[in-house]
Antibody, heavy 123, light 109 residues
Framework: EVQLVESGGGLVQPDRSLRLSCAASGFTFDDYAMHWVRQAPGKGLEWVSGITWNSGSIGYADSVKGRFTISRDNAKNSLYLQMNSLRAEDTALYYC????????????????WGQGTLVTVSS | SSELTQDPAVSVALGQTVRITCQGDSLRSYYASWYQQKPGQAPVLVIYGENNRPSGIPDRFSGSSSGNTASLTITGAQAEDEADYYCNSRDSSGNHHYVFGTGTKVTVL
């Protein structure tokens, strides 16, 4: 059974940092691209960042580029999101999601999602 | 970056057919995927690629595309289909860059 479990969320002051983790199990982690998607309270989904299986290609939404860094440790079956210079508008539930395809570049089709970890940025 | 626009809300009578649309320039080049999200739950992939359903998704869900518009059709809507639906596509600005649509709330009457 595929499982994605996010952790690391919490209350943080503006301009501070936070690191999210996603522990994956039930599939061959290093075969798949992975993504972070967020959802602000009462709002829609926003793709945040994605990383290919070997970290060879990485992308970010314009809203987080230069502040967030995605990474993965295939030996630990884990995905990470380092979030720096946090702003109030980064307040959201952050989901870790698995790409459906083993294609080298990923597809953006997300077939498994975690339950999310809540990040609240407030003074 | 690209944008994907959806109607905010649609309603459908139980057992009838509803089409949800998603418009954006990137859809001229890339297929959309579609996600269903019920309150308090993580999204679920219902359609991806040209018209593919993941295992466990009922065949009343189907997808299509024409020009800059992608569509999700629910044929014979059930009460459990009431949810928010989001489209998603690769962004035309970058290889590993994606964007979600604005979302459509589907109400089953």
């Amino acid at each position: 059974e595929v499982q994605l479990v996010e952790s690391g969320g919490g209350l943080v002051q503006p301009d501070r940092s936070l690191r999210l983790s996603c522990a994956a199990s039930g599939f061959t982690f290093d075969d798949y691209a992975m993504h972070w998607v967020r959802q602000a309270p009462g709002k829609g989904l926003e793709w945040v960042s994605g990383i290919t299986w070997n970290s060879g290609s990485i992308g970010y939404a314009d809203s987080v580029k230069g502040r967030f860094t995605i990474s993965r440790d295939n030996a630990k079956n884990s995905l990470y999101l380092q979030m720096n210079s946090l702003r109030a508008e980064d307040t959201a539930l952050y989901y870790c999601a698995k790409d459906i395809s083993t294609a080298t570049t990923g597809t953006g089709n997300l077939d498994y999602w975690g339950q999310g970890t809540l990040v609240t940025v407030s003074s | 970056s690209s944008e994907l626009t959806q109607d905010p809300a649609v309603s459908v009578a139980l057992g009838q057919t509803v089409r949800i649309t998603c418009q954006g320039d990137s859809l001229r080049s890339y297929y959309a995927s579609w996600y269903q999200q019920k309150p308090g739950q993580a999204p679920v992939l219902v359609i991806y690629g040209e018209n593919n359903r993941p295992s466990g998704i009922p065949d009343r869900f189907s997808g299509s595309s024409s020009g800059n518009t992608a569509s999700l059709t629910i044929t014979g809507a059930q009460a459990e289909d009431e949810a928010d639906y989001y489209c998603n596509s690769r962004d035309s600005s970058g290889n590993h860059h994606y964007v979600f649509g604005t979302g459509t709330k589907v109400t089953v009457l």
